[in-house]
């Protein structure tokens, strides 16, 4: 086992580590061992991760002395909705849960959100560890705390902050994931770069290939780099105040296409963030804040590495500029106003902006949809 990164989300006395690395499934027990309150968990996890991977994680929970009971769901996004956190809540307490058993979210993000919100209520909150096993899961939604589940008004329309006691990201856990969840979670990697960190999109640029392909090394490197971004934002902006809404990059354009598509598998999310992070410079450089270079070569790293950067054609889809301006319009973040974009002054160089004209943002729409 090797553990190659700590990062510590700072956040006063609910702070934590992140440890990144190679095999760090096969020694959980004794890593989280420290911040458990009693040696009791219930693992929470979906169907085909507890075939895959409960395997590598019951012997060390047993090893460390740890008492374990398990939740499995079934896998997808239609998991994240109230029934299931009803059951999950359920069977927390059937499980006999006290306030100092600690739940463990093995999975992608849909574990992740629906057991910490889970975690968040049961007993009015319970100690939680993320173990996230997409790449997705590991450079976003295990860090930071966002917890919640979809309604039939949205996605993640209920939910609470609740930050976790430890988060294991190992990426040997990432072997088993199809390639293209391991793009859609590359989507969020590259993000890092193109919003602050005009270095670390060259390093993707030079390494994204290896990331892709299974380079254990690289894989953690690009894992802790995107930890280490998501904390610093989070360290400075939990509630999403101000800064924190820069990690939404290429989402208001996302949420429409993902909307449009009913948040299936048409469209993953990562693969929906890719479109719109491309539609972002696109915007941003016909609103002449950003140089057509930039916006230009962020388009070939997609190409080279394998992103779409159009909304897809297939299954007999339609796309509308008008349709997808209309979901914008419904999305969370317009409820309170004015909608905010996240426009870009070139690589690295993300701002909020909340007077953005809709008729660039629909010539945007009707250029991407009609290539
Ligand atoms: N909380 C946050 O800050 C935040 C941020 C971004 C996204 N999210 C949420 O994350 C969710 C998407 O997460 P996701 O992309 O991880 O999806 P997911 O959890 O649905 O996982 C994708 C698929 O991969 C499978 N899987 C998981 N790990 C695997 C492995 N190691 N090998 C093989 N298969 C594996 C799952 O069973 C599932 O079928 C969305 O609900 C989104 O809203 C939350």
Known sequence: MTTSATVR??????SYDILVGDGLLAEAGALMAPVLARPRVIVVTDETVAKLHLPGLE??????????????????ERTKDFAHLQGVVEGLLEADVDRQTTLIALGGGVVGDLAGFAAAIVLRGIDFVQIPTTL?????????????IDTRHGKNLAGAIHQPKLVLADVAVLETLPRREILAGYAEVVKYGLIRDPQFFAWCDENGLKVRDGDRAARIEAVAA???????????????WGERALLNFGHTFAHALEAETGYSDELLHGEAVAIGMIMAFDLSRSLGICPADDALRVRRHFEKI??????????????????????????????????????????????????????????????????
């Open 136 to 148: 997705l899961a590991q450079v976003d939604s295990s860090v930071g705390g966002k917890t919640g």
């Open 9 to 14: 989300v700072e956040l006063g006395a609910r």
């Open 306 to 371: 394998g992103l779409p950067t159009v909304p897809p054609l297939g299954r007999g889809r339609k796309w509308s500029a008008a349709s997808l301006i209309a979901h914008m319009r419904h999305d969370k973040k317009a409820r309170e106003g004015q909608l905010r974009f996240i426009l870009t002054r070139g690589i690295g160089q993300a701002v909020i902006r909340a007077d953005v004209d809709m008729r660039s943002v629909g010539d945007v729409l009707q250029r991407a949809v009609a290539a």
């Open 226 to 240: 995107s930890c280490r971004a998501k904390a610093q934002i989070v360290a400075a902006d939990e509630r999403e």
């Open 59 to 76: 012997p060390s929970l047993s090893k460390a002395g740890i008492a374990f009971r398990k939740i499995v769901l079934p896998p997808g």
